[in-house]
């Protein structure tokens, strides 16, 4: 079972950037879908961005498509959510989370990953 530790939240203000990490291990990185999630006070976890194992396809909520990129570094083991023009909507707890899947087929479900990550605090100040 493939272990992930998320870093890099914190506070920023309206329009501002921070780079989320995801670093993983326990298992082969490279057989993994990798997806982002997050959770504000008070709503129920949504989705945020997926990558296939090769980086080749990627997925994002209409919410943040065109400020926020997904990555990965298989040879780090290592996933990452550039988040950029942050808004106050985008203050949440980030999860990020594994798929055992080498297809190029992503998934927004969060019911179709089964490893989690323990979340990192994203706050935007206005």
């Known amino acids: 079972q493939v272990q992930l530790v998320e870093s890099g939240g914190g506070l920023v203000q309206v329009g501002g950037s921070l780079r989320l990490s995801c670093a993983t291990s326990?298992?082969?990185?490279?057989?993994?879908?990798m997806g982002w999630f997050r959770q504000a006070p008070g709503k129920e976890r949504e989705f945020v961005a997926a990558i296939s194992w090769s980086g080749g396809s990627t997925a994002y909520a209409d919410s943040v498509r065109g400020r926020v990129t997904i990555s990965r570094d298989n040879a780090k083991n290592t996933v990452y959510l550039q988040m950029n023009s942050l808004k106050p909507e985008d203050t949440a707890v980030y999860y990020c989370a594994a798929k055992l899947s080498q297809s190029t087929r992503l998934t927004m479900l969060q019911d179709d990953y089964h490893s989690w990550g323990q979340g990192t605090q994203v706050t935007v100040s206005s």
């Open positions: 326990g298992g082969p990185f490279s057989w993994y879908t």
